[in-house]
């Protein structure tokens, strides 16, 4: 009876430690998944951003945004999940989720950042915002608040040696537009400014499918059941720079038909006026005014690589990053409205009278919406040189019959 008792007393011991040990492993396990900051991305597209816990449903995954809503996602419709390692990486990845005009969003970051105390982030956040809206009265309150928290740095005096070196001399801007653009050029522009997943109107020769062939792109016995856009979608993201070269476009992209049918007429009737930017012998800027293709995707090109400096900060004329920081809308506006007024040249007329007026509009629109947020390089044409020689091409020289 003794021994019947004791091993009964074992028995319910041994189960008290198992229980015990699972409480225990449970409690360690829920300590490890405990909700941490990370991006989710589910298999439609979507992204979702916040604190994310993989543990606390069965099958799902849990994220709680930054607004304190939550999202459940079946596990399977979870693409991938990257968890950040600091406050840097969220706020870099909450920074590139944001719209490109999101004040509010920039705002709202900024105050993140401060709650992280990370005031580096936070000014980094408000002169984003600065940069969309610089007179916006709470990024000016945050900036003076995140400027008081800003770490103090040492400035040491200068020790001016008593032979300074030799500076490098300034390179010299290229001068004014003495031709138009070459139709290799045109090509080479108008495969530049596609924007990701557009249809094209596209010739495809043969030599280029076969080269597609050969570098693995698309197998011999599926290439006639790819479509040319699709063709050179592919091309464009994954073909090698000879072989984009070698696509022919049918039609402009999005991007320069709307500056040809927008935004071109509005610089040539205001900007390009024989006694202003239109005269030959122009001695800074020169745009042409006439409608053939060349000469109207030659000013697109040479407002791409024309900038200005005014009261000391440098302006690009058209400026993708900061669209309504551009110089092109400034000096379309009378001097009396305008940020970035035309400097005061004998004769100058403003192109439209108010932000309101029909071309401003069309233009800021074309700037914010129509462009590549990153702007391709457009340093190796030069429209102030001749064009560049052709190679010489060389005819075959066969040999005589029977040698």
């Known amino acids: 009876m003794a021994f019947g008792l004791q091993r009964m007393n074992w028995t319910r011991l041994v189960a008290v430690a198992c229980v015990a040990g699972s409480l225990v492993a449970g409690l360690v396990h829920h300590a490890d998944a405990a909700p941490k900051p990370g991006l989710v991305k589910a298999k439609g597209g979507y992204v979702f951003q916040g ?16 607004n304190g809503q939550k999202v459940e996602l079946f596990k399977q419709a979870v693409d991938s999940i990257a968890y950040f390692n600091s406050p840097k990486e969220e706020f870099e990845a909450r ?30 956040a408000v002169k984003a915002g600065r940069a969309i809206d610089a007179n916006n009265a709470e990024l000016i309150a945050l900036e003076k608040q995140v400027g008081a928290l800003m770490p103090k740095v ?40 596609i924007k990701q997943g557009e249809k094209l109107r596209v010739q495809i020769s043969p030599a280029l499918r076969k080269q597609v062939i050969d570098a693995g792109l698309v197998p011999a016995n599926q290439i006639s059941k790819v479509q040319p856009p699709e063709l050179a979608s592919l091309i464009l993201s994954q073909g090698t720079p000879a072989m984009i070269s070698e696509l022919k476009l049918l039609a402009d992209p999005v991007a320069l038909n709307e500056y040809k049918m927008k935004v071109n007429k509005i610089i040539v009737s205001g900007c390009a006026a024989s006694s202003c930017h239109g005269a030959a012998d122009s001695k800074t800027l020169r745009l042409f005014t006439t409608n053939e293709e060349e000469a109207v995707l030659s000013n697109f090109v040479i ?9 000391g900060v440098r302006r690009l004329m058209i400026d993708r990053a900061n669209p309504a920081n551009s110089a092109l809308l400034g000096f379309m506006l009378p001097a009396s409205i305008s940020r970035v007024p035309h400097p005061e040249v004998p004769g100058f007329k403003p192109a439209v009278k108010t932000a309101n007026d029909a071309g401003f509009v069309a233009t800021r629109d074309w ?37």
Do not use: C, F, H
């Open 367 to 403: 700037l914010t919406n129509g462009l590549n947020v990153i702007a391709p390089s457009y340093e190796d044409i030069n429209l102030s040189q001749p064009p560049p020689a052709k190679p010489e091409v060389k005819p075959e020289v066969k040999p005589a019959p029977g040698k």
């Open 95 to 124: 920074l590139a989720n944001l719209g490109r005009q999101d004040v509010p969003g920039r705002i709202a970051l900024a105050r993140w950042a401060l709650s992280k105390n990370e005031p580096l982030l936070a000014a980094e």
């Open 154 to 193: 040492e400035v040491k005096p200068e020790v001016v040696p008593a032979t300074k070196p030799a500076t490098k001399p300034v390179e010299a801007v290229a001068g004014p537009a003495i031709r138009t653009l070459t139709a290799d050029e045109v090509q080479s522009v108008r495969l530049r400014e």
């Open 303 to 311: 407002l791409q690589r024309t900038d200005r400096t005014i009261d």
């Open 51 to 66: 604190q994310v816990d993989e543990e606390a449903i069965p099958g799902k995954v849990v994220i709680t945004q930054a």
